[in-house]
């Protein structure tokens, strides 16, 4: 069941990703951002399954550690949790938070990263946007959204829009 639930839950990230890459992603609320930097780099991901929350089997839930290494122009490493939600190969979520600690465009400092994502029937949607005020040390005020990018081969890489404010 663990096996078949991380399989879903990585088609599920590699074609959100995918659709991203296609579309011009928004933030949560859908308003234009005025992001005036932008990041991007390889990371390594892994991805290890938890004791689930409950012995309920037709809860479907996954739950997953989130363990990443960023490189290129954010420096970092990052700690998380992931549940997953998802019984068909073309369908699902996944929730996800982690706080990344680095730095970033050369000021070091954390934030914490808030992951949504949804296929419908193989229609993705990917929103990961950093945690409105989690900005810590030189990245207070940190504002922004991040797209995965899942190359074939399964590389990823990231794509990181943002900007400081109050």
């Given at each position: 069941?663990?096996?078949?639930t991380?399989?879903?839950?990585?088609?599920?990230?590699?074609?959100?990703?995918?659709?991203v890459?296609?579309?011009?992603?928004?933030?949560?609320?859908?308003?234009?951002?005025?992001?005036?930097h932008?990041?991007?780099?390889?990371?390594?991901v892994?991805?290890?399954?938890?004791?689930?929350?409950?012995?309920?089997?037709?809860?479907?839930?996954g739950r997953?550690?989130?363990?990443?290494?960023?490189?290129?122009?954010?420096?970092?490493?990052?700690?998380?949790?992931m549940?997953?939600?998802?019984?068909?190969?073309?369908?699902?979520?996944?929730?996800?938070?982690e706080?990344?600690?680095?730095?970033?465009?050369?000021?070091?400092?954390?934030?914490?990263?808030?992951?949504?994502?949804?296929?419908?029937?193989?229609?993705p949607?990917?929103?990961?946007?950093?945690?409105?005020?989690?900005g810590?040390?030189?990245?207070?005020?940190?504002?922004?959204?991040?797209?995965?990018?899942?190359?074939?081969?399964?590389?990823?890489s990231?794509?990181?829009?943002?900007?400081?404010?109050?």
């Amino acid at each position: 069941m663990r096996q078949r639930t991380l399989k879903v839950l990585l088609a599920l990230c590699a074609g959100v990703a995918l659709h991203v890459l296609a579309s011009d992603a928004k933030t949560f609320d859908n308003k234009e951002t005025d992001m005036n930097h932008h990041a991007r780099g390889p990371f390594d991901v892994t991805l290890a399954p938890l004791p689930p929350y409950n012995d309920d089997a037709d809860a479907k839930l996954g739950r997953f550690s989130l363990d990443k290494r960023f490189h290129g122009d954010l420096e970092a490493l990052s700690k998380g949790e992931m549940l997953s939600s998802g019984s068909a190969k073309d369908s699902g979520g996944y929730v996800a938070i982690e706080r990344v600690t680095g730095a970033l465009g050369g000021r070091k400092g954390s934030f914490a990263l808030q992951h949504n994502a949804t296929m419908t029937h193989g229609v993705p949607y990917l929103n990961i946007i950093v945690v409105p005020g989690s900005g810590s040390g030189e990245l207070a005020g940190l504002s922004g959204k991040m797209n995965i990018i899942i190359a074939e081969g399964g590389k990823h890489s990231y794509e990181f829009e943002y900007s400081f404010g109050e």
